[in-house]
């Protein structure tokens, strides 16, 4: 069985991976910036190779310190790249086009931090009118407990969304069935 260890001895282990653990992000994203600009075209002054990105990655992997998953996503999200698997049963990145690389503006540990998230139009309508054709083809019953479904109707209607309603009384309240026309 192992000994418990003193106070002073995990305390000392304890800064001792703290300091390992924190200085190990900046030298990761070092390499990242290095394989980056490597990867570059040769016409932006890089040698066009993911050697290193994927070098970069293949470490991430044996480490166990450093999120793999996340590293790729972040090399994705600035390299036109795939991660395939080579006939020697290894994996690499390799370009899906012609080579495309930005250089990151943020450190590989904040990707997908909801202020780096790309932003995504939404088209109101189409998705009310998705999720109108959506419950008419499954004839799913929808909660209006707040009677919004006549407003929604009228504008429908006003933006050309077809689309059938009849309303149930329930003892639990107000439900609106919708049908598809026919």
């Known amino acids: 069985m192992k000994q418990l260890m003193g106070s002073s001895d995990f305390k000392r282990k304890l800064t001792a991976a703290y300091n390992a653990g924190k200085a190990l992000g900046p030298v990761v994203q070092e390499l990242l910036d290095d394989g980056f600009l490597q990867a570059?075209?040769?016409?932006?002054?890089?040698?066009?190779s993911l050697q290193r990105l994927t070098m970069v990655v293949q470490m991430a992997e044996h480490v166990r310190t450093v999120n793999?998953?996340?590293?790729q996503a972040y090399i994705k999200a600035h390299a036109d790249v795939k991660w395939t698997k080579n006939e020697d049963k290894t994996h690499s990145f390799k370009f899906r086009?012609?080579?495309?690389?930005?250089?990151?503006?943020y450190p590989w540990?904040?990707?997908n931090d909801s202020s780096h998230k790309a932003t995504v139009d939404l088209d109101v309508m189409k998705e009310i009118k998705r999720l109108l054709n959506k419950a008419a083809k499954e004839g799913?019953?929808?909660?209006d407990d707040k009677d919004m479904l006549p407003k929604i109707r009228d504008l429908a209607i006003e933006n050309g969304i077809q689309w059938q309603h009849t309303e149930k009384k329930s003892a639990a309240g107000k439900h609106t069935k919708h049908r598809q026309p026919a």
């Open 40 to 48: 570059m075209p040769q016409s932006e002054g890089g040698h066009g």
């Open 140 to 143: 799913a019953t929808i909660k």
């Open 109 to 111: 540990f904040e990707h």
């Open 97 to 105: 086009d012609k080579p495309s690389v930005t250089l990151p503006e």
């Open 68 to 71: 793999t998953k996340k590293v």
